[in-house]
């Protein structure tokens, strides 16, 4: 369906994000016929470029960034007649007067401002929104996370853009949210009848969640080394994949049904902090190693020549609790990190044993069963179930799984999560974006643990680039009988 007609106005319009998600998003969405015909892209930065070099740049961006069979010389050509480039400065009042000229040739139609810049940005680039007189009745801000390094900057910056935008024009967005297969546990937990009477402590002995990336560093050293992966990947995709698996049931899926639901997780999370902190969690930090089949250098080696010795961790695990009926007893693990053997994303849901037996021992053992909802790369749902295996020698026990992969079952390319979710602001639908005061809560309970890093001076522990991180990770769930799914 066509969407309405609009502006999107990108701040940070030549950074990493726009040029590698943001354009090539639109871009597909612009093939797939769902912008209208007068749809303006305007990207926003300091560097000096005409309209003309921008787009060519812009063009660079994508081609780069899809594989070729996606690429269709008519409809890139058409995307990029869209595309407008004005030279602003978020923190002065230079080239101001030009971005609204440009924009007041459109003030009728629904106007974007999305804020694709270091979130310390976000405060001063509102102001100027405002005061340049660019907010219509139509116009709604994006922010990309994270928002703040912990809760006071967090709230901080929340508070300044909240000076000019009311809540319901801003979508914080957080891009696993557009994932399909996130959005899909929506649709497998209460669709169905199966899982939800399963769906607690009492049947349930532990959950996973893993996001293993094969990248390095690449080139967001600056942002990064100030981040670490707790910030950078936990307080916002981990923490909201938890919620989406740990909610309760909503009413419907209005965006703040939702969203009061997965408040409730992030209220109900247990404090990590003080000594215990060092218990339940584990930092990491990649050396030289091997990453798709080439060496590649450590972290501290990527930062270059002279610089100070690095903290940041870039791998993550930790054991954690939620504090309420449904979940007493059953631990969640995260992990996450650079530089491991593969790219893979899952969420393993571990049911509990049965409660007894009736086979021999010749059976084999019955092992629990096992839901897999795997994020990427092929994006799918694996439900292991025990049977019996084949043949007349008796009752000989199997684990086997229901596999479904999107691919096999859809044949069709798997939309990129932001090409949802930047609609979904035009369409001004918020369901799959954060609110303030769950982007609060996540980081009351970060907090806690970035102190507890600091005070007890837990230093990163070495990994190879390749392998699953540091030992520390493996024995951190092994301690509770239990070990880290792993793909046969
Ligand atoms: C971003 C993080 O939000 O998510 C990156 O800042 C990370 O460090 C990326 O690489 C992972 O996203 P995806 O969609 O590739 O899993």
Redesign the pocket.
């Known amino acids: 369906i066509v969407v309405d007609p609009f502006d999107y106005v990108v701040f940070g319009g030549t950074g990493d994000l726009a040029r590698r998600?943001l354009f090539p998003a639109l871009y597909h969405r612009d093939f797939d016929n769902q912008l209208p015909e007068t749809a303006r892209i305007i990207g926003v930065a300091r560097r000096d470029e005409t309209t003309e070099s921008y787009r060519a740049d812009v063009e660079d961006a994508i081609r780069a960034s899809l594989p070729e069979g996606d690429i269709d010389g008519e409809a890139l050509g058409r995307f990029l007649s869209r595309v407008v480039y004005v030279r602003a400065d978020g923190t002065r009042d230079d080239g101001w007067d030009e971005l609204s000229r440009v924009l007041d040739e459109r003030r009728e139609c629904i106007r974007v401002f999305y804020l694709a810049t270091a979130s310390n940005l976000f405060g001063p680039i509102c102001h100027r929104i405002k005061n340049h007189d660019l907010i219509t009745d139509k116009t709604r801000l994006v922010l990309?996370?994270?928002i703040g390094h912990d809760l006071e900057s967090s709230r901080a910056i929340n508070e300044a853009v909240g000076q000019d935008f009311p809540e319901d024009r801003i979508y914080r967005i957080?891009?696993?949210l557009g994932?399909e297969t996130v959005q899909n546990l929506m649709a497998l937990r209460f669709a169905n009848v199966l899982f939800e009477p399963l769906w607690n402590a009492a049947h349930i002995d532990h959950v996973q969640i893993t996001?293993a990336?094969t990248?390095g560093l690449?080139e967001?050293a600056k942002?990064?080394d100030q981040?670490g992966?707790l910030r950078?990947?936990v307080q916002?995709?981990m923490l909201q994949m938890l919620c989406l698996v740990a909610m309760e049931p909503p009413t419907c899926i209005w965006a703040d049904a939702v969203r009061d639901e997965k408040l409730k997780v992030l209220r109900a999370l247990k404090p990590i902090a003080g000594r215990a902190a060092s218990n339940v969690t584990v930092r990491g930090q990649y050396r030289a190693g091997a990453a798709d089949g080439h060496a590649v250098p450590g972290y501290q080696q990527e930062l270059g020549p002279g610089a100070p010795t690095s903290q940041a961790e870039t791998f993550v695990a930790l054991k954690l609790e939620i504090d309420n009926w449904r979940w007493a007893g059953t631990p969640f693990y995260l992990r996450t990190g650079?530089r491991l053997p593969s790219?893979v994303?899952e969420i393993v849901v571990t049911f509990r044993p049965i409660p007894h037996s009736i086979f021999s021992r010749d059976a084999g053992p019955v092992v629990p069963n096992r839901l897999v909802i795997r994020?990427?790369p092929d994006e799918g749902i694996k439900l292991w179930l025990m049977i019996k295996d084949r043949g007349p020698g008796g009752m000989r026990l199997r684990n086997v799984p229901l596999d479904m992969t999107f691919r096999e079952a859809f044949g069709q390319r798997n939309p990129?999560?932001y090409e949802r979710l930047l609609l979904d602001v035009v369409r001004g639908n918020q369901t799959l974006f954060m609110r303030r005061d769950e982007v609060e809560a996540a980081w009351r309970w970060i907090d806690p643990i970035l102190e507890a890093w600091d005070a007890n001076k837990e230093g990163v522990k070495p990994y190879t680039a390749g392998s699953w991180g540091p030992s520390a990770s493996i024995a951190l769930i092994e301690r509770d009988g239990r070990t880290w799914y792993e793909e046969d």
């Open positions: 998600k990309e996370k994270p957080d891009h696993y994932k996001v990336e990248l690449a967001r942002y990064y981040a992966a950078d990947m916002n995709h650079k790219r994303s994020l990427q990129d999560a």
